[in-house]
């Protein structure tokens, strides 16, 4: 292994090339766009044995992992914020039809107004199209889980689409140390796609065929087994990932940190985890009891693990970095319907979007109100 | 040491967001942790520009921006007028400065530790371009201690290099070196 100070947008295209894609179909986007740069260095260069597929949409993109992963080839490809929207259509026809693919998505806000700036309203809203969600906060976090990410989606007892969600720009344009793992570890790890099935002249066969009313459901039925069977998938790719890496976040799904003897704790996805973190070191001097649950699977969604690590909170606080218009930040949602038999207070905050900073300062008022028993949540701006 | 944050003011096109990845990069190379981002801005060339980089001996979790920082560069002199360049920095906050006046004439700096360094005047000489951006790393080397010029020549191969720039590279080091002297 190599440690560098490299951008996390390049820990990602990195990530994909030690995955060995065969093909790559990419439309560049605002802040994903350094990671479509890279790759086509990569490939350029001759570092990379892949095709880049040069589309006319995100729509295109999306279609073509179809293609490449039906006839039995590994595909990679990433985008962001409209270009996800784009997607839209396509996503569930990936998962539907229990193709493996990794995505990576550089979270950037919906228009409008119009912001290329970070928040979680892009894959957030699509995380019912039977994609996993894997939220990072690190650029090593980031390339490590492009390196799971495929053992996950490949996984036999899976077969389903992953994405792999990082901050945009808060991450996707920071420089800091990754450490790069060796192409012989990477390929010990991932062994090569091996398709149940795949398009192939010699032995004809349809892919995605009309579900007639008297068998969709049961489709939809075992994609819901697939999801739910990744959950102990997502955990043993974590633990041979540490054994071969000698890194772990987690248990795979959530990430705890200071849990020991909290009493109060704040829950979120991504960089503002890291920002949580600082507060709660500050915090912790001053003799306060408290933590940070980090989701790092949204779907599926954790429900277990996160009742067990709240458990002995007085209570919790869910920073969403979106809102699910008419209703309320939507992890905040799971997380109340997740712990609903458990005996704690919890609030709901919207916080950073469209690139809005979220602070140290944040963290400590948030702090401050469960301590003092407020019993809801805001928007902090 | 605790952490230490930098604040780095440029121009579209003059290099800021280029110069916070050497210095990441530089900071690392001597065995620091480091982190270098930009002001999530829509570039465009003339325009005012901020970069970050956060050195520390742990690792760094913090993501929010800088507010605070311990040192300022301003690599245009004429930003002072536009931009408030001092903003959060500390009674004990250092401000370097590329610029052919003395700290003296930069009226709208005083109380602050300034450091007025011709950085065009020598990037001219060196590398016969106004390219003050990595020179004015080396000014921040020799007055802060806290990253070497040797450690700063390193980040400048490896950065200039992976982009195909090995005489940029060295002319570059050449110009780092001339202020690094220039400041002492």
């Known amino acids: 292994m190599t440690k560098k100070v490299i951008e996390a947008s390049h820990a990602i295209a990195i990530g994909a090339r030690l995955c060995r894609p065969a093909v790559i179909p990419m439309y560049p986007i605002t802040p994903q766009t350094h990671v479509v740069e890279q790759l086509a260095e990569f490939i350029n260069n001759g570092e990379m044995d892949c095709a880049m597929l040069d589309v006319e949409s995100e729509h295109s993109a999306a279609s073509a992992v179809i293609g490449i992963v039906a006839a039995g080839s590994r595909a990679f490809t990433a985008t962001s914020s409209q270009g996800l929207a784009l997607m839209y259509e396509v996503l569930p026809i990936i998962s539907g039809m229990r193709l493996p693919a990794v995505m990576a998505v550089a979270n950037r806000a919906l228009s409008a107004p119009i912001s290329i700036w970070n928040d979680h309203s892009d894959a957030v809203s699509a995380r019912d199209q039977g994609w996993i969600q894997l939220w990072v906060e690190s650029s090593q976090e980031a390339l490590d889980a492009v390196i799971q990410g495929y053992r996950i989606s490949e996984d036999k007892d899976v077969f389903m689409p992953l994405m792999v969600c990082f901050d945009g720009f808060t991450l996707s344009h920071l420089f800091e140390p990754v450490d790069v793992p060796l192409q012989p570890a990477v390929d010990k790890f991932l062994p090569k796609f091996k398709p149940l099935y795949k398009l192939d002249v010699r032995k004809p066969m349809t892919f995605g065929p009309i579900g007639f009313p008297n068998s969709f459901m049961h489709f939809k039925k075992q994609q819901q087994e697939a999801m739910l069977n990744s959950i102990s998938v997502i955990k043993k790719v974590n633990r041979e990932f540490k054994k071969a890496f000698g890194r772990a976040y987690g248990d795979g799904l959530l990430d705890l940190y200071k849990m020991q003897g909290a009493d109060y704790a704040v829950i979120g996805m991504g960089t503002l985890c890291g920002t949580a973190r600082v507060a709660i070191d500050r915090l912790r001097k001053k003799g306060k009891r408290v933590g940070l649950i980090r989701v790092r699977s949204l779907r599926p969604f954790p429900e277990k693990e996160l009742q067990s690590a709240v458990k002995n909170l007085k209570a919790a606080a869910v920073i969403d970095r979106h809102i699910s218009l008419g209703q309320e930040g939507p992890l905040f949602t799971d997380v109340r319907n997740a712990i609903y038999c458990n005996d704690i207070s919890i609030n709901s905050y919207i916080a950073g979007l469209g690139g809005r900073d979220i602070t140290v300062n944040h963290f400590e008022k948030v702090f401050n109100d469960l301590e003092k028993g407020k019993q809801r949540g805001e928007w902090l701006f | ?184």
């Open chain 2, 1 to 184: 040491m605790t952490l230490l944050e930098i604040r780095i003011h440029g121009r579209g096109g003059q290099g800021a967001v280029t110069s916070t990845q050497v210095l990441a990069i530089a900071a690392f190379k001597d065995g620091k942790y480091s982190q270098a981002f930009p002001n999530f801005g829509v570039e465009r060339t003339g325009a005012p520009v901020e970069s970050y980089v956060r050195i520390d001996d742990k690792q760094i979790n913090l993501r929010q921006h800088v507010y605070d920082p311990d040192y300022v560069i301003v690599l245009d002199s004429s930003l002072i007028d536009t931009v408030d360049v001092t903003k959060g920095l500390g009674k004990n906050g250092v401000i370097i400065v590329n610029t052919d006046k003395s700290p003296k004439e930069l009226k709208k700096l005083s109380g602050f530790k300034v450091h007025a360094i011709n950085i065009t005047k020598i990037a001219l000489e060196v590398i016969g371009k106004p390219f003050v951006n990595i020179a004015s790393l080396g000014a921040f080397s020799s007055l802060s201690k806290q990253v070497s010029l040797k450690a700063l020549d390193k980040a400048i191969d490896e950065l200039f290099i992976a982009r195909g720039k090995a005489t940029a590279a060295e002319l570059n080091k050449k110009a780092a070196k001339a202020v690094y002297e220039a400041a002492k």
